[in-house]
């Protein structure tokens, strides 16, 4: 069974030879990683460790495209188009939309948003906002590339941001909060056409032939969203539902990436069409639960501790919570195991690649 064959049975909750693995990886550990498994590239990385989903996004216009890339100083994550930036200053990058992000450092995480355009001087302002054009330049070549390379085997899939995570971060984060409340007019027109842009965006991916689609920002703290579910059904849901049942097709499946606790609004994201959610965090969803109660409707991506078992716990852990994993989230289908975020520099090396190895070999 190919990765894409696996991933297929998975997420229509029928069992495959083993359970899917998706990763993601700061620059460093990918780096070390090479050198721990004694290959030269990053596909060979993901080959030895068995992950099966391959990942790839729209590249930005022409002027940005070969200047720097976000990917330069974070590695292998889940590629977004805004994450490609040219540079302003020597340690300012600026992305398509006028977003600015300021290196603070040299580590992979040492850097901060600098710049939110929609946001002048405090004032909220949709004047001289410009939405990049899809339709300019080569844009789509690389997803091209990247389907007929890995398209036959594994599974791809292209990112998009949320409309959540686009608007404050074009407003800056506090401030959109605010204007949730006080500024409805403002609010509704930015996500209108934040709209328009994604659903485009992913009517074009899904017209190359991704597989999945995915749709990443945090709606969560470790308690419960950022906003009350009742603000997110009335303002976001909608929205967010237009984006995904434009571009329904079979074999096509829509993946929510979010941190925290989300468990309020989880029958929403099944009603609109969310097939996949990551990474159903456990230090803040139990995953068991999640599992019990939407496991015939919704799969659950990753549930692997990051912040405790692969950066605290031994060998012993791992083997335990996957095994927990396995007997509470597996049962027909329905689980691919990933760690829920990114590998960050502080976790030994030999613990993911202990986990991959397990997941690989277990006999279901």
Same mark, same amino acid.
């Not at 017209?207 to 976001?236: A, H, K, Q």
């Given at each position: ?66 200047? =720097? ?23 300012? =990058? ?34 001289? =906002? ?163 109660? =939407? ?70």
């Amino acid at each position: 069974m190919n990765s894409k064959q696996r991933f297929l049975k998975t997420v229509n909750h029928e069992m495959p030879d083993r359970y899917p693995l998706d990763g993601w990886f700061l620059k460093s550990v990918m780096e070390n990683l090479k050198k721990y498994l004694k290959v030269a590239t990053v596909e060979e990385v993901l080959v030895k460790l068995g992950i099966d989903f391959r990942t790839t996004c729209m590249e930005p216009d022409e002027n940005i495209k070969n200047s =720097f890339s976000y990917f330069n100083k974070m590695g292998l994550s889940i590629p977004i188009d805004d994450y490609y930036v040219k540079k302003v200053s020597e340690d300012e =990058f600026e992305d398509e939309w006028g977003v600015r992000i300021k290196i603070t450092g040299d580590r992979d995480l040492d850097w901060k948003y600098s710049r939110h355009p929609l946001n002048k001087n405090g004032k909220l302002t949709l004047d001289n =906002f410009k939405i990049p054009d899809i339709h300019t330049g080569n844009r789509f070549e690389k997803v091209k590339e990247d389907i007929k390379r890995y398209g036959d085997e594994n599974v791809i899939a292209a990112g998009a941001s949320t409309l959540f995570r686009k608007a404050w971060i074009l407003c800056g984060y506090s401030r959109f909060l605010e204007a949730l409340y006080l500024e409805r007019d403002f609010i509704e027109q930015l996500l209108d056409r934040l709209m328009d842009f994604y659903t485009e965006l992913v009517s074009k991916y899904v017209d190359l032939g991704i597989n999945v689609i995915e749709l990443g920002g945090d709606l969560g703290t470790e308690e419960s969203l950022m906003i009350s579910p009742d603000l997110w059904r009335e303002i976001f849901k909608p929205r967010l539902e237009k984006v995904i049942k434009t571009n329904k097709k079979k074999d096509v499946y829509f993946y929510l990436h979010t941190d925290g606790n989300v468990s309020s609004i989880i029958p929403d994201l099944i009603e609109i069409g969310i097939d996949i959610l990551n990474p159903i965090q456990p230090e803040c969803m139990e995953p068991k639960i999640i599992k019990d109660k =939407f496991g015939d409707k919704l799969t659950l991506h990753g549930t692997m501790s990051l912040q405790k078992t692969f950066s605290q716990g031994s060998r012993d852990d791992l083997e335990k919570e996957i095994l927990d994993r396995i007997k509470n989230c597996g049962k027909n289908g329905g689980l691919i195991l990933a760690p829920s975020n990114a590998f960050t520099s502080d976790i030994p090396i030999e613990n993911i690649v202990y986990f991959y190895e397990f997941v690989k070999n277990f006999k279901l």
